[in-house]
């Protein structure tokens, strides 16, 4: 179940190609590129068999841009078709191929391309094993990776857009897939490991299952804690998967839980140098610092812990600098600089924006536990207990991950430590403290 699916872009019924010859492209499809598709292990999907009321842009586009796969037949120059392909060449760097009825006439811009062309004999494909087992060779080629849109080819340092997903955390819910799957994930994630690692041995061969279902396994992973099976899940996808920004960031998130951290901190700045500032790239990195200032005050390392401190201060700082819309790195560096000894004084003047954040994005009317532990986190810094206390009630409620909890938690406990230290105890903090601890064990 879930192979990767393979959108295929071209008319449909019958296309007259000149003035004399009329092409059957139902037949082409039927006959050659869906068997072809299926043979190299992907799942065939034409724009026709998705139509809504008549209605196909929303499935087209989403198709162009989600699906791992794409052929494009160029036969008859179709407008929509050409429309389509620019689409796909201006997103999708690699897993494009291209076909054509031979002796068609190619658009200039076009003839260049290392397209495939295939034989009809009276409007139906005529040599069908042989250009059957030529699209199969191709399809199987453009598991490599390799750039085969013109655009990224030609034009030098252009990054991809980063099209799995606006925020980690709400990707599950950006893709469709099997509602089933969908259905057991969420079930296994409550078993525990044992249980993600039951649905991972369902599915079989990952390189060749649907993203959606592969990303949401490896965020099941994340949600039981098993970095470990992260890091090996990644091993296991397709290479365009496994090269997309998401993957590689909880890829270095999960290296740095089990202690490589020199390899996350790589991949983490591979992605900087490649894409420029990421408020989520920031963020894992300002998280890498954080573990490995708490490891040096642990062992005493009093100097070495300062200058990691203010390396993750700097790092969420960033973050939040490259998009002042995602509050996550906000909050953790104003946080980090209150438990700062003596405090950075900046906290003052990034409070209210990181505020300002968050409070805008759940006014939009879609907040999760994130935002409303932020904005608890905010009244905390600000000393404010009625309003933490209202947004620790909102945060409970809206609790899905068990390590959600456990990690508001452990930053309440640096806060109150801190101002322990400071003489500034508040034990109504405590209290905060143990509720998320209670729900974390309860979850």
């Known amino acids: 179940m879930g192979h990767p699916l393979c959108f295929v872009l071209m008319p449909f019924g019958k296309k007259r190609n000149g003035p004399r010859n009329t092409i059957d492209f139902d037949a082409v499809y039927s006959s050659l590129i869906a068997p072809a598709i299926s043979a190299a292990g992907l799942q065939p999907l034409r724009a026709d068999e998705e139509l809504v009321g008549g209605i196909i842009h929303k499935p087209m586009f989403e198709r162009l841009i989600l699906c791992e796969y794409a052929v494009a037949d160029l036969t008859t120059a179709n407008a929509n078709v050409f429309y389509e392909l620019g689409v796909r060449h201006g997103l999708r760097p690699w897993s494009t191929v291209l076909m054509f009825a031979e002796g068609s006439r190619l658009p200039f811009d076009v003839a260049p391309l290392r397209g495939l062309p295939y034989q009809l004999k009276d409007g139906q494909p005529s040599n069908i094993e042989e250009n059957r087992q030529q699209l199969i060779e191709r399809l199987q080629e453009a598991r490599n990776a390799r750039p085969d849109s013109p655009v990224f080819q030609l034009v030098s340092d252009l990054n991809p857009p980063d099209i799995s997903r606006l925020k980690t955390d709400v990707f599950r819910d950006s893709v469709e897939y099997s509602v089933k799957m969908k259905d057991k994930l969420a079930a296994a994630r409550k078993q525990g490991i044992e249980g993600v690692q039951a649905i991972e041995k369902e599915l079989g061969l990952i390189s060749n299952v649907e993203s959606g279902v592969v990303v949401d396994l490896f965020l099941s992973y994340r949600a039981v804690e098993d970095w470990k099976g992260m890091i090996a899940l990644v091993e296991k996808m397709s290479a365009p998967l496994a090269a997309t920004v998401m993957i590689r960031e909880q890829l270095a998130l999960s290296l740095n839980r089990v202690g490589e951290d020199e390899r996350a901190q790589g991949i ?39 200058g990691l401190l ?31 000894e003596p ?28 935002d409303y532990a932020t904005r608890m986190e905010l009244a905390v810094l600000s000393c404010d207990q009625e309003r933490a206390t209202n947004a620790l009630c909102d945060a409970l409620a809206s609790v899905r991950e068990v390590w959600e909890p456990k990690t508001t938690a452990h930053n309440i406990r640096l806060i109150l430590e801190a101002r322990e230290r400071r003489g500034e105890a508040q034990l109504w903090l405590k209290k905060i403290e143990e509720s998320l601890i209670e729900c974390a064990q309860n979850k």
């Open 268 to 306: 983490l700045e591979t992605l900087l140098a490649e894409r420029g500032p990421s408020s989520e790239t920031y963020g894992i990195l300002g998280r890498l610092y954080k573990d490995r200032w708490e490891a040096a005050v642990r062992e005493g390392k009093d100097l070495v812990a300062k």
């Open 310 to 340: 203010d390396k993750a201060i700097d790092a969420y700082h960033q973050g939040f600098e490259a998009d002042w819309r995602d509050a996550y790195p906000g909050i953790n560096a104003v946080t980090l600089m209150e438990i700062r």
């Open 343 to 370: 405090p950075d004084t900046r906290r003052f003047e990034l409070l209210p924006v990181v505020n300002y954040s968050v409070e805008r994005r759940i006014a939009q009317g879609t907040p999760d536990y994130w």
